[in-house]
């Protein structure tokens, strides 16, 4: 099918009269399709996506194999010359008009999210629609800062770096925010002049694809491409491309050091966003309520903790632990579980059995380990659906320091909550593990807040706040959290360019 298509010719008013069936239109519009060189081009074979609150088939997606992703990539790398040569300004100026479509596009899409992920409209699919389109427009504005140095080398000369774009970026995207990942990769990579090949997660690939409809829109054909299929014979067929000369990736360690090794066969650069397991340090003097809602919003309970940077190890001063424990149990008590495009709903479903399974072997551990106590707090939801994904808010006490539940990523709605006294022994236990992305610190005191930023080991220190990615803020981790930064000017920079020097003497 050729653009333009019929989701993307309708004027805002039809969309905001019929999101439900602008979201459809959207699904059929896109089912067993990828986006390549400015087309939404059938694939020859499918797989189905889930709809995880129902459990029942949403539709098929396309099974891409090595066939497509080679088209894909040919695309871009035919398209990358033609992008480069406009000035960066230009190239910014529509990522930018991009986002402004987004935003109008905003609802069905962010339906169309809900379907395939599970997660709840109102609390995160909106809102993720929103930052979408807020980092198309940040970085459509950062066109002109593409800027080189002047080198006092020899003042007979003029000696320069210039910053160049590197080729084609294939950027690979896991299923929990599929958006604003994509364009934390895509939005650096197109304002630098660089050409795309996103390889949308298998799990939720219709958002992704629509959202890669727009910018396709209002960018020239192969500029953005977008395969879908799974690790293996999509995913593995791109990094490993002769063509690609940049691989940028988010998704699990294990995935993250098998792309880490195809871009070393090829010697090119790799970014790595991969997992967290962030401490959350509450001290004695901390604002009780403050704390509280921090950590809701910092665990993202609304996104069945389904998040890098969730705070999923929270360290309590031992004289506010028992009070602490009560506040957010209360407050997580009020969250309604249900369905995820019910405007009552704050937290919908689990993205996957899959995954389910993954979280379920999680709280079955703690429940086996001597002296720990599992609490699962709020009402789950009479689906009629079974087995369904719905899952309370799960809080692990009295664990050992060495479990696997404090130590390792679970990637679900669990939190382990610890009681401290010694300020030298929590720092400790909060840099004991392999991860290093997010840390929190909660205090009124100045000093402590300094010192603990200053030493925990993590990419991301609030103090105070427990926000999310935010435009202009360097996000990343250390250790096993992965290579490089991404959301700002330096990350565009530092990951999406090669800095070339020229030395120009006078004959
Ligand atoms: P995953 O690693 O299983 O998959 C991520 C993507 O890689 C998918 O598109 C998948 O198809 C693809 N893939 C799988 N095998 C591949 C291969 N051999 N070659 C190339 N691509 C391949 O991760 P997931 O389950 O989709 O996502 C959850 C993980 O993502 C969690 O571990 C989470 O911590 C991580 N994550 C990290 C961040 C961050 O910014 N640090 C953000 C979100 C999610």
Not at 77 to 95: E, H, I, S, Y
Not at 133 to 161: M, Q, R, W
Not at 406 to 420: H, M, S
Request: proline share 6%; glycine share 8%; hydrophobic share 45%.
């Amino acid at each position: 099918m050729n653009k333009p298509f019929s989701p993307l010719d309708a004027a805002p008013e039809e969309l905001a009269q019929a999101p439900d069936a602008a979201a459809l239109a959207w699904l059929s519009a896109l089912e067993r399709r990828n986006l390549i060189a400015g087309a939404l081009v059938e694939a020859p074979a499918g797989m189905e996506v889930t709809e995880p609150a129902q459990m029942t088939p949403l539709g098929q997606a396309a099974a891409s194999g090595p066939q497509e992703v080679d088209a894909a990539v040919t695309a871009a790398a035919q398209a990358q010359p033609g992008w480069a040569a406009m000035p960066a300004r230009a190239r910014g100026k529509l990522v930018a008009e991009a986002g402004r479509r987004l935003s109008v596009q905003a609802e069905p899409i962010a339906r169309l999210l809900a379907r395939e992920t599970g997660k709840a409209l109102r609390t995160e699919c909106r809102g993720e629609l929103a930052v979408a389109a807020d980092l198309l427009e940040f970085y459509g504005g950062l066109g002109s800062e593409l800027k080189g140095e002047t080198i006092p080398f020899d003042p007979k000369t003029l000696s320069v770096t210039t910053l160049e774009p590197l080729g084609v970026v294939a950027a690979i995207l896991p299923w929990n925010v599929p958006l604003v990942l994509m364009m934390l990769k895509i939005a650096p990579a197109l304002v630098a002049g660089n050409t795309v090949v996103v390889k949308a997660a298998e799990e939720a690939p219709f958002a992704t694809l629509a959202a890669a409809a727009i910018l396709d829109q209002v960018l020239p054909d192969g500029v953005v491409n977008v395969v879908v299929g799974d690790g293996l014979e999509c995913g593995a067929p791109l990094t490993n491309h002769p063509k690609v000369a940049k691989i940028t990736f988010t998704g699990s360690e294990e995935v993250g050091e098998t792309v880490y090794g195809a871009g070393a066969d090829r010697i090119i650069p790799v970014s790595l966003e991969l997992g967290g397991k962030s401490p959350m340090i509450v001290c004695a003097d901390a604002d009780l309520e403050k704390t509280v809602t921090g950590a809701i919003a910092g665990m993202r309970f609304t996104r069945q903790g389904q998040s890098c940077t969730a705070a999923s190890r929270i360290y309590v001063h031992r004289t506010l632990y028992d009070a602490f424990l009560a506040a957010l149990s209360a407050k997580l008590e009020t969250l309604v579980i249900g369905d995820p495009l019910d405007e009552a709903t704050d937290v919908g479903t689990i993205v996957s059995a899959t995954q389910k399974a993954t979280v379920d072997r999680y709280v079955r551990l703690a429940e086996a380990t001597p002296g720990a106590t599992v609490l699962r707090i709020g009402k789950l939801p009479e689906t009629g659906v079974a087995p369904d994904l719905f899952m309370q808010p799960t809080l692990l006490l009295g664990l050992p320091e060495d479990s696997p539940c404090v130590q390792e990523e679970i990637f679900g709605p669990v939190c382990v909550i610890q009681a401290w006294d010694d300020y030298e022994a929590v720092i400790e236990a909060a840099n004991a593990t392999r991860y290093g992305l997010a840390a929190t610190i909660w205090t009124r005191d100045i000093g402590l807040a300094l010192d603990a930023s200053r030493r925990v080991n993590a990419g991301y220190v609030q103090v105070n706040q427990n926000l999310t990615i935010q435009p202009n803020l360097s996000y990343g981790g250390f250790g096993r959290s992965g290579l490089g930064k991404e959301a700002s000017l330096e990350a565009m920079v530092a990951h999406f360019t090669r800095n070339k020097t020229i030395v120009l003497a006078g004959m």
